[in-house]
């Protein structure tokens, strides 16, 4: 009888480790983000998003590093896309000062291995965001899409070491850039290679080619950020010319010092 309980207790740790296990997993996919600021205010049941994305990849992410979990808690994930370039440089400063992580969908860019690595060895994630971000090649067919997507990644297995297992789709999966029909195959193989893929709900607005200034960029985050509780801020931070640059870099430093969200 003893040892039937004690077997039937070591049977539920075992369940429980490996529970804990698997999610430790998924979190680690997402990456190495941050927790950023625990709010007081109570959850709003009324979503305000000028854009709304794969909702379901976004509300299923519990941030188990906290130590108490509730409804309350704000999660902000900072991604960067399109890069890297030099300005990755000071945004990978930037968050070493400020202790957070963020994480990074990659293009190949010449002339930039050694910021890959840094990024990587920074401790930020890199995600697969396609060889050459071009549209018109990439959304041609299945196969298309992965020859640029497998270019990407036997790139960076020579730079850090490892295919990213994290990716995100140009123009986001739907977004319209991708017809539906390969959408759909496409997010079905990244499922069979045990790739997550992740969209965003958050943006600063400097992905859309518009010059904004500072405070717009941060009306941006605030009115994509209204009565959410689990961000996914999308920005670039790749193109701008030097004063949006500037900018860009003060919204950032503003996020990460968790400012903007005693405003929200
Ligand atoms: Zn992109």
């Excluded at 990024?119 to 959304?139: L, V």
């Excluded at 960076?156 to 539906?180: C, E, V």
Aim: proline letters at 3%; hydrophobic letters at 40%; charged letters at 20%.
């Amino acid at each position: 009888m003893i040892n039937f309980r004690l077997a039937t207790t070591l049977l539920v740790l075992l369940f429980i480790i490996l529970i804990g296990f698997s999610y430790k997993t998924l979190e680690e996919k997402l990456c190495n983000n941050l927790v950023l600021y625990v709010s007081n205010e109570p959850l709003n049941s009324k979503v305000t998003s000028i854009r709304s994305f794969n909702q379901a990849v976004n509300i299923n992410i519990t941030p188990r590093k906290t130590p108490v979990y509730n409804e309350s808690l704000k999660v902000v994930y900072l991604t960067f896309d399109d890069g890297p370039s030099q300005n990755t440089l000071t945004i990978l400063d930037i968050l070493k000062e400020k202790n957070v992580k963020g994480t990074f969908f990659v293009n190949y860019h010449p002339n930039c291995d050694a910021i890959y690595k840094k990024i990587h060895e920074d401790g930020h994630a890199i995600g697969n965001h396609t060889y050459s971000h071009d549209f018109s090649r990439i959304y041609q067919s299945e196969s298309a899409f992965f020859e640029d997507y497998d270019k990407l990644n036997s790139y960076l297995q020579s730079i850090i070491g490892f295919a990213p297992d994290i990716m995100r789709f140009p123009g986001g999966s739907n977004t319209g850039y991708g017809k539906n029909d390969i959408m759909k195959s496409l997010t079905k193989e990244l499922k069979t290679r045990g790739i997550e893929y992740f969209d965003w709900n958050s943006l600063n607005g400097d992905a859309e080619g518009q010059a904004l200034n500072r405070n717009q960029l941060i009306e941006k985050v605030k009115h994509t950020s209204l009565n959410k509780n689990k961000l996914i801020v999308l920005m670039l931070i790749q193109i701008q010319n030097k004063v949006q640059l500037i900018h860009c870099q003060k919204l950032l430093i503003t996020l990460v010092a968790k400012v903007i969200f005693s405003h929200l």
